[in-house]
């Protein structure tokens, strides 16, 4: 789909790695990858909201979907422009008009365990109300094809490690990759590319190399991805979130292995015998 409003955007993305001089365990010289991280201090209008770290490859998508997910600005038509100056370590959301209720969001705030974030703002429970996720079956003969496209990816991850990946796929194709220091600034990217692309996320599938935390669950259900995959574990108040907010929750999810946490009624096992392989 083409994006349904316009929306003036630099493209300021950063190289992932920096090449560095180490010693090895026999003091040996070697040059190896290591991942960048920057601050990237995020205002809406003039008022700064926060300041996230990241890889940098995706500062525009990266702002845009940090607002949508904490429902800051709820339609992309409010918004004018997004301009990120890594001279200033700074992205700067405009919007056609004054944005309601700002200040009361952002004195409500829960504290969570995003990497690099570690706040949502507003009523959170309230919102999560309102999510109707449509109920798509998976098939595990999908599922291992998807897993095992997925792997030729981690670009970031393989040269230097210290990085999570995210992806957004359609069926077994990988439509959107992005790898970040913090697994909630990817998923923040791809809801930003989503919201600029007008996609829809009810046939989709989220893939994550990180736990499913329950602000992961959240973000995912905010955005109307039904399934949730990752090759991490997850924490008791995510699986929680999935069984009410009706998230497929699958994880451990690595070569021909899976285990589902919520939803196995509508995983379909049509690859059985791979199970014994």
């Keep these: 789909m083409t994006a349904t409003h316009h929306v003036d955007r630099t493209r300021a993305g950063l190289a992932p790695c920096h090449s560095m001089e180490v010693s090895d365990e026999f003091g040996e ?45 709820p339609d992309l038509a409010d918004v004018k ?31 969570t365990t995003g990497c690099g974030q570690g706040t949502v703002f507003g009523d959170l429970m309230e919102d999560l109300e309102r999510i109707r996720l449509p109920e798509v079956n998976v098939r595990q003969s999908t599922l291992y094809a998807l897993l095992k496209n997925l792997a030729a990816r981690n670009e970031v991850y393989r040269s230097a490690g210290a990085v999570h990946g995210c992806a957004l796929c359609l069926d077994t194709k990988v439509e959107f990759f992005v790898e970040d220091v913090g697994r909630h600034n990817a998923v923040d990217a791809i809801a930003g590319h989503m919201w600029l692309e007008d996609m829809q996320g009810g046939d989709r599938i989220f893939y994550t190399t990180g736990r ?54 509508r995983v379909i096992l049509d690859a059985p015998a791979a199970l014994t392989t």
């Excluded at 100056?85 to 959301?93: A, I, K, N, R």
């Design 29 to 73: 010289l070697r040059q190896v990858q290591v991942a960048g991280e920057r601050p990237l201090t995020l205002y809406l209008n003039k008022r700064e909201i926060v300041t996230l770290m990241t890889l940098g490859g995706h500062p525009e998508l990266l702002a845009l979907g940090y607002l949508r997910n904490q429902r800051l600005i």
């Design 81 to 111: 422009a997004v301009q990120a100056d890594w001279e200033t370590e700074s992205v700067v959301v405009t919007t056609r008009n004054q944005v309601r209720s700002l200040e009361e969001k952002l004195g409500r705030r829960t504290i």
């Design 212 to 265: 499913l935390t329950s602000e992961m669950v959240i973000k995912v259900a905010q955005i109307g991805v039904p399934t949730l995959v990752s090759r991490s574990g997850v924490t008791h108040m995510g699986f929680d979130l999935a069984r009410r907010l009706g998230v497929t929750m699958i994880a451990r999810a690595k070569g021909r292995h899976f285990l589902v946490f919520n939803g196995r009624e």
